[in-house]
């Protein structure tokens, strides 16, 4: 018997169940598994094979010849995103003012290695937690 942790579409697909108890007796693969998710949940089963939603087992993306185990952590995951496009203009505009050495609102001094990560990248050179931006540090 394994157990499937389900997030989202997956989880309303299941009648809004946070997880699925199956027993794989004819293998112990994830293929199998697709398999019998596929009699079961077709359309579960049916996303799992379009690539729209992924098979992870133990937190790795898992293959359809990985090997599933007792006591595995299984897992479907449904696509995800954050944000918005209103946070992806804030962002943006964030960036701006850190590339001209405008002050920093004090939102993003309040999560500095969030800021650093996402700011980091954007430039020439690295935006570490304690880079002065405009005279606040960031």
Known sequence: MVTIKLFG??????GNQG???????NGRRVKD?????????????ELIHKK????????????????????????????FAGG??????????????VAQGLNVPNSVRLVPSLAAASL??????????NTICGGDTV
Request: glycine share 6%.
């Open 19 to 25: 997880s699925l108890s199956l027993a794989l007796l």
């Open 120 to 129: 980091g990248s954007q430039f020439e050179h690295p935006v570490t937690q």
């Open 52 to 79: 729209k939603v992924l098979v992870s087992v133990n937190q790795e993306i898992a293959h359809e010849e990985t090997e599933i185990r007792d006591g595995d952590e299984i897992a479907l995951l449904p696509p």
């Open 9 to 14: 579409m997956t989880k309303m697909l299941a």
């Open 84 to 97: 918005s496009p209103q946070d992806v203009e804030t962002d943006r505009q964030l960036r701006s003012r």
């Open 33 to 45: 598994l697709v398999e019998l998710l596929d009699g079961g949940y077709p359309q579960i089963g």
